[in-house]
C-alpha cells in the first residue's frame, strides 16, 4: 500500500470516529416540559396624605364667628382596591360643640398643604356638617367613619387621590360659657381597608 | 513486522488530521457567538406616588420603558417631582425593582439641575440616592433617568425583563 493511501485512510477512519462520538454528544433525543415562575405574593394597602406632620389649624384667640379652611390631599398607594374612611378617636375638649365642622371632598390641580388655592369641591357637596364635638361622637372608628370614594367610583385604586376641605368655625353664638375653652388636640383619620 | 520512520510519521499525520476534523466539527457545531442571537433585556421606569410628592408622570405609566437591551444599549425618560407640602423636603429616590435579574447587569444614573443624584448599579439604587433634592413647599423639579448595560457584559441579561418603581423617601427640612 502506497504511502500516500495510507495517510488518506488513517485520516478517514479518525474523522469517521471522531464524527461518530461527535454526533452522539450533540445529537441525543429528549424532550422536557415546565411550569415556572409559581409565585404568590400578597397585596398592600397604603394611604398617605401631604401634611408632613403638620397640623391643618392650630387656632388660638379664636372669635365667634371665626373660621378656617384648610385642605389635606389623600393618596391611595396601596395594591389592592379598597374602602376609605373618616374619622376621630379624639376627645373634644367643651369648645367642641360650638365649632361647626364640615368635611368637602374636592380636586385641586397643584396641591400645597395647608392651602385651599384651587380647590374644587366634587358636585356630591359636603361629606360631613355638624359639630367638632358630633363628629367625635358619631364617627370614632373605622365601623362608623363617613365612606369617600375618589369621583363616582365605588373603590379607592391605586394612586387614586382626593383632596379635602376641612373647615372649622367657632359659631357666632358661641355662649359666655366657651370663653377661654377649647377642643383640645384632635386627629382626623383616613383609614383604608381592602374590600 | 518493523515499522519504518516514514510509517509512523504518515500515521501521526493522519491521526493530526483527522483530531482536526474533530475539532472543526466540534467548532461547527457550537452556537453563534456575539449577542445578536440571544434574547434582549427590557426595563421599565414608573415613579411611585406618596402623600407628600407627587410624579408626573406617575404610576402606572412608565416614565422609561427601555425596548429591547443589548450590551451596549442606552434608555432615557424623564419625569417631575413636585412637593404637595408646606414644608421644605429633602427627597431621595431609591428603586424598587420587580426582580433581582438586572440588579448587577443594568447602570443606572439619576440626574437633576445639572447634578448627578446617583450613578451606579440597580442594586445600589435600592439603598437610594446619594444626593437629596431639595424641594421648597409646592416646587417641582424634573429628574432625568439614564438606564443602560454596559458594553462589556457578555451575560446574565438575556431575556430579563424589569420593572422598577422609583419611590420618593423625604425628610422634613424645618
Known sequence: MKTTTKVLLTALCVGALGSLAAMGVFGAFSSTTTNAGNTITAGTVAIADNDAGAAMYSITNAKPGESVSKCIKVTYTGSLDADVRIYTTSTIGALGQYVDLTITPGSQATPTFPSCTGFTPDSGGALYTGTLASFATAKNSYANGVVDYPGTGTKWAANESVVYQVTATLQSSAPEAAQGATTGAHTFTWEARNQ | ?174
Open chain 2, 1 to 174: 513486522m518493523g515499522t519504518s520512520a516514514t510509517d509512523r510519521f504518515t500515521r501521526a499525520i493522519g491521526a493530526a488530521i483527522g483530531l482536526g476534523l474533530v475539532a472543526a466539527l466540534i467548532v461547527a457545531a457550537r452556537p453563534a457567538g456575539g449577542h445578536g442571537g440571544v434574547l434582549p433585556a427590557s426595563l421599565r421606569f414608573t415613579a411611585a406616588l406618596d402623600g407628600a410628592v407627587a410624579a408626573e408622570p406617575a404610576a402606572p405609566k412608565p416614565l422609561l420603558a427601555s425596548g429591547p437591551m443589548r450590551p451596549g444599549s442606552h434608555a432615557r425618560g424623564d419625569f417631575t417631582l413636585r412637593n404637595q407640602t408646606g414644608e421644605t423636603l429633602a427627597v431621595r429616590l431609591r428603586a424598587k425593582p420587580s426582580s433581582t435579574a438586572l440588579d448587577g447587569t443594568a447602570q443606572v444614573r439619576l440626574e437633576s439641575r445639572g447634578v448627578v443624584l446617583s450613578e451606579g448599579t440597580l442594586q445600589a439604587l435600592r439603598q437610594g440616592t446619594a444626593k437629596p433634592l431639595r424641594l421648597a413647599p409646592g416646587g417641582a423639579v424634573l429628574v432625568h433617568v439614564v438606564a443602560w448595560i454596559p458594553a462589556e457584559v457578555e451575560t446574565g441579561y438575556e431575556g430579563r425583563d424589569v420593572a422598577v418603581a422609583l419611590e420618593p423617601v423625604e425628610e422634613t427640612l424645618r
